[in-house]
């Protein structure tokens, strides 16, 4: 696969994620995390398969050999994520929410240079830092000082285990090299779903009412849990993990242009951020010396 077609999957994978934010703030007053989780994968796991039939035509035995694998990728992107990231936003603001998910970029470039044995340039790893800079600068507005004044609740503990999460699960779809990528993504999510199944027996479901809300799963279960998941997994099965992760910045950019869209203002040193998170992103993609050489580490199998 050409190196400008990953770039774009990674690039519309997090404009559905940061559609996701914003959507999703319609949905968690009407559902709960449960209910959000397994609703999303239901919708979903409808067109993955036929999707992943029709692209990769896998032979699914084949795939479901590596079921520990996806087993695993099931309980770490398909529920363990989600679902607390839905906790989470119960619990504390999407500004605190998103300024904890920074970090995650840089955890998927730690998590891959210690257990994939990754390189990374002085280049990239500058494009690491130039992008968080953007977030931030987003996040606050140009406030950088209020990052002093966050009072960590409960939500935000929360958000530090669904970044955690999430780099494991990246990890995870790097280890699944060879794997027809949409294909695997269709069976972890049906695993997920048969481990969620009792769970919501057990406690029932509440359908969405509203029109906002209706709108909202239905967006979510389609294109963050549909397309940015077979996007990320096939960019992520053809480049590294540490330089995929930093497209996950893009998410706080995509979400402040959405939010313009639907009429909330934004501010010009917020843009500034915006262009800073583009080109970290630029030059955490540029071929440079290594500064982080390979390290004979084994992990997970």
Known sequence: ????????????????WGGHYVFGKFVVAEMDPLQITFSRWVIAVVF????????????????????????AMAATGVIGYNFFLYTALQYT??????????????????????????????VNIGGVFISLVGV???LT?????????IHYNKGELIMLLVIFIWTLYSVLSRKMKGVPPISATAISVLLGLFILLPFILFEGISLPHSKNA?????????????????????AISKMNAS?????????????????????NPISTI??????????????????GKVLVEKKQVKVLG
């Open 93 to 122: 603001t999407s500004l605190d929410a998103a300024l904890i998910n920074s970090l995650n970029p840089m955890l998927i470039v730690l998590f891959s240079v210690v257990f994939l044995k990754e390189r990374l340039g002085l």
């Open 243 to 263: 330089k995929a992760g930093i497209y996950l910045n893009l998410i706080t950019v995509f979400t402040a242009i959405i939010s313009i869209f639907l009429g």
């Open 270 to 287: 917020q843009m500034v951020g915006g262009l800073f998170v583009f080109f970290g992103v630029y030059l955490s993609n540029k071929k």
């Open 214 to 234: 209706i709108i909202g799963i239905l967006y979510i279960g389609f294109f963050p849990s549909v397309w940015s998941f077979v996007f990320w997994n096939t």
């Open 48 to 71: 993955l398969f036929p999707i992943a039939q029709l692209i990769e035509r896998p032979k699914w035995r084949e795939v479901w050999k590596h079921w520990k694998v996806l087993l």
């Open 1 to 16: 696969m050409k190196n400008y077609w990953i770039i774009i999957l990674l690039v519309l994978a997090n404009l559905f």
């Open 141 to 149: 507005k140009g406030h950088l000082e209020q990052l002093l004044s």
């Open 136 to 138: 931030l600068l987003i």
